[in-house]
Nanobody
Framework: QVQLVESGGQLVQAGGSLRLSCAAS????????MGWFRQAPGKEREFVGA???????YYADSAKGRFTISRDNAKNTVFLQMTSLKPEDTAVYYC?????????????????WGQGTQVTVSS
């Protein structure tokens, strides 16, 4: 069983930057593909980006060019660096994990989820 804990969410002005972290425990982190999702009030949870266990990344169109995912296997942590933030990026951000070699992009593909961290972007 893998436990995931997100941190780093906060209130930020439009145009600003944030780095979210997701610390994993209870599994072999290097064997997991990791993903970031977000959910705004009244909306479904949506894919933001993902990183494979080998470091390959894939992003939603809304994140391309602004967000970067990285991982530190020595620290069992995955990061989401967000720049040029917009009010529409406001949401609860979740990280997710599953074993496998691919980059996974849908909620159904993930087995483990964190509790989320709130990101609010003011205009």
């Amino acid at each position: 069983q893998v436990q995931l804990v997100e941190s780093g969410g906060q209130l930020v002005q439009a145009g600003g930057s944030l780095r979210l972290s997701c610390a994993a425990s209870g599994g072999i982190f290097s064997s997991y593909g990791m993903g970031w999702f977000r959910q705004a009030p009244g909306k479904e949870r949506e894919f933001v980006g993902a990183i494979s266990r080998s470091g390959n990344t894939y992003y939603a169109d809304s994140a391309k060019g602004r967000f970067t995912i990285s991982r530190d296997n020595a620290k069992n942590t995955v990061f989401l660096q967000m720049t040029s933030l917009k009010p529409e990026d406001t949401a609860v951000y979740y990280c997710a994990a599953r074993q496998g070699i691919a980059v996974y992009t849908t909620t159904k593909q993930y087995d483990f989820w964190g509790q989320g961290t709130q990101v609010t972007v003011s205009s």
